[in-house]
């Protein structure tokens, strides 16, 4: 599906992109997705506002019709710095459901299709940058080196409630190993020992060439991105710090909603099983046995969900939770189970 296309399908109400003077040619365009972050996306796009480079960049910022004031910043913004900020301002009636729940994947979508540069950069509204030479470090790994396509850092996390920063928190085993086949970087995704924040990426946009399912299926957008691009190209770690990520109490993976919690801890699963099957991998037995209980986990919830995937391997007691949860009979023994 190219971008026209999408649009055909999804969008439901024009964008309104702001005026703007921005370069014509820039070679760096940074995604912003935002919504309901006014008390964060100051900082998130004065930080990428400091950035010193010695080519143009462009930044593209998606306001998906907030109610706290974001909105209001980001024209703020945008009618401060017109040579820098492309606005997009959306609305509601485009958001695309995905696990039963209206999120910002057509704003996201939106941004990186709009991007006029050679790379893409993103910074999420509630998270920031801490290196004003961030994007010139990381352009100058990849114009050095054409086998790469994808660079990115180490970072610190900011637990935003109890204000605990956590520095140089991407410490994946095999991170720093940035010569790995293809074969291992793809498993390295799959098993969480070669972790990518979505803050610190830089990426070349011609891996962008279309909007692929896996794109629209799962509750995260990141992930599938990075195992899509594993197939076509190396990737870069610089073990220095770029970002600051924003750990929020109540966010999608950490919601206080137990049925919302576990369907997006089981999306996480399901979508590494769709890729280790869309390129002919084998399964391993942990994720067989992360995808048994995430999944009888979450029927508890919905007795009626129908999986993408059956129960691998079922013992007796698998077989007699899914069971329970389906009947909705003895659920306070499968809790106990």
């Known amino acids: 599906m190219n971008f026209e296309e999408f649009l055909d399908q999804y969008q439901k109400v024009p964008v309104v992109e702001y005026q703007n003077h921005v370069p014509e040619n820039p070679l760096v365009s940074v995604c912003v997705q935002t919504y309901q972050h006014a008390p964060y996306i100051r900082e998130c796009l004065d930080s990428i506002l400091m950035q010193k480079t010695d080519f143009p960049f462009e930044i593209l910022l998606g306001e998906d019709a907030s109610t706290d004031g974001t909105r209001e910043i980001c024209i703020e913004y945008a009618e401060k710095f017109p040579d820098k900020i492309r606005l997009f301002l959306h609305r509601r009636e485009n958001n695309i459901e995905i696990l039963g729940t209206p999120t910002g994947r057509f704003n996201f979508l939106y941004n990186l299709f709009s991007a006029k540069s050679n790379y893409i950069a993103i910074c999420e509204g509630d998270d920031y940058w801490i290196d004003p030479l961030k994007l010139q470090k990381q352009i100058d790994v990849l114009e050095k080196n054409v086998e790469y396509g994808l660079v990115h850092t180490n970072c610190h996390y900011l637990h935003d409630k109890k204000k605990i920063v956590i520095k140089n928190n991407n410490t994946a085993k095999l991170n720093n190993k940035n010569n790995l086949s293809e074969s291992e970087l793809f498993y390295g995704l799959i098993t969480s020992n070669y972790k990518i924040i979505t803050a610190t990426v830089v990426f070349k946009k011609e891996l962008l060439d279309s909007i692929f399912p896996a ?17 076509k190209t190396k990737f870069y770690f610089l073990d220095t710090p770029s970002s600051m990520y924003r750990v929020l109490e109540n966010s999608a993976s950490r919601s206080k909603n137990l049925a919302r919690y576990y369907r997006f801890r089981l999306s996480m699963v399901e979508m590494r099983l769709y890729f280790i099957r869309k390129y002919n991998y084998i399964v391993s037995p942990e994720l067989k046995n992360k995808y048994n209980s995430t ?8 007795r009626k969900f129908k999986p993408y995937y059956p129960l691998f391997n079922p013992t007796k007691l698998d077989t007699f939770r899914e069971f329970c949860s389906r009947k909705l009979l003895l659920n306070w023994i499968v809790i106990l189970l």
């Open 215 to 231: 794109a629209l299926k799962f509750g995260m957008l990141d992930t599938p991105l990075w195992l899509y691009f594993s197939k």
């Open 295 to 302: 999944y009888l986990n979450y029927i508890m919830f919905d």
